[in-house]
C-alpha cells in the first residue's frame, strides 16, 4: 500500500507567478484535503475534494484552485503569489467524503517560499 | 466558527515521564471529533488518537491517552513513559460530524525530551 505523497518537496517561485502542486492519495482513497501550514501555526485548511468535485471551503481567496483526477490524485494551484503564500503546504486523503469518519493520512508536504 | 486553543508553545518532560499537553476548544456543536496529531521534524503529520464527543470514555492508545472534558470543552493529552522519540509538534485538531473532513488545528506545542 503506497501513502500519501506530495511533489515537488520544494519550490521558490516569485511574487505574482503561478504555482501547482501535486498530490498522489493513498491507495483506494477518493477523498483529498489541502491544508497550508505558515512557520510556526497550525495547518489551515483550503478545500476538500471528493470524487473530483470541491466539496468544502475554508477562508481562501478564489486564487487558490484546485482538482482532482480520476484517479483521485489532486492539484492546488495558486495564482498571483504573494509573499503571504509563503507556507508548507499538506495534503491528506481519505475515504468517503467526510460523510462519516473515516482516518486522513497526510503527506510530507511541499515548502513553498514566495520571493 | 470553531476554536482550538494550546496555551503550551513548549513543553519539555524528561524520558521516562509523564507530561500533559493542554488544550481547549470552542463549538456550538454537539456531534464532533477531537484529536491530536503528532508532526515530527521530518513534516508528515501522524494520527495519535480520536475521541469522538458522544463517547464518555477517555480515548487510550498505548501510552497516550485523552482527558475529554466536554462541559469544560477541554481535550489534553498524556503521554506516559516518554520516549526520545516522542519529540514533536503536537497539534490539537477538530472536526465536525458533518459532511467534510475539514480540521481546525491550534497553533501546536512543540514537546523536548530530554534524555
Known amino acids: 500500500e503506497t501513502g500519501v505523497t506530495q511533489s515537488p518537496t520544494h519550490l521558490i517561485k516569485t511574487r505574482g507567478q503561478q504555482v501547482t502542486l501535486r498530490c498522489s492519495s493513498q491507495?483506494?482513497?477518493?477523498?483529498v484535503s489541502w491544508y497550508q501550514q505558515a512557520l510556526g501555526q497550525g495547518p489551515q485548511f483550503i478545500f476538500q475534494y471528493y470524487r473530483e468535485e470541491e466539496n468544502g471551503r475554508g477562508n481562501f481567496p478564489p486564487r487558490f484552485s484546485g482538482l482532482q483526477f480520476p484517479n483521485y490524485s489532486s492539484e492546488l494551484n495558486v495564482n498571483a503569489l504573494e509573499l503571504d503564500d509563503s507556507a508548507l503546504y499538506l495534503c491528506?486523503?481519505?475515504?468517503?467524503?467526510?460523510?462519516?469518519?473515516?482516518?486522513?493520512?497526510f503527506g510530507p508536504g511541499t515548502r513553498l517560499t514566495v520571493l | 466558527a470553531q476554536t482550538v486553543t494550546q496555551s503550551q508553545p513548549e513543553m519539555s518532560v524528561q524520558e521516562a515521564e509523564t507530561v500533559t499537553l493542554s488544550c481547549t476548544y470552542d463549538t456550538s456543536e454537539s456531534d464532533y471529533y477531537l484529536f491530536w496529531y503528532k508532526q515530527p521534524p521530518s513534516r508528515q503529520m501522524i494520527l495519535v488518537i480520536r475521541?469522538?464527543?458522544?463517547?464518555?470514555q477517555n480515548a487510550t492508545e498505548n501510552r497516550f491517552s485523552v482527558n475529554f472534558q466536554k462541559a469544560a470543552k477541554s481535550f489534553s493529552l498524556k503521554i506516559s513513559d516518554s520516549q526520545l522519540g516522542d519529540a514533536a509538534m503536537y497539534f490539537c485538531?477538530?472536526?465536525?460530524?458533518?459532511?467534510?473532513?475539514?480540521?481546525?488545528f491550534g497553533t501546536g506545542t512543540l514537546l523536548a525530551v530530554q534524555p
Open positions: 491507495s483506494g482513497h477518493n477523498t
Open positions: 475521541q469522538e464527543a458522544y463517547k464518555q
Open positions: 485538531a477538530y472536526r465536525n460530524g458533518g459532511a467534510t473532513n475539514k480540521l481546525i
Open positions: 491528506a486523503s481519505s475515504l468517503g467524503g467526510g460523510l462519516s469518519y473515516n482516518e486522513q493520512f
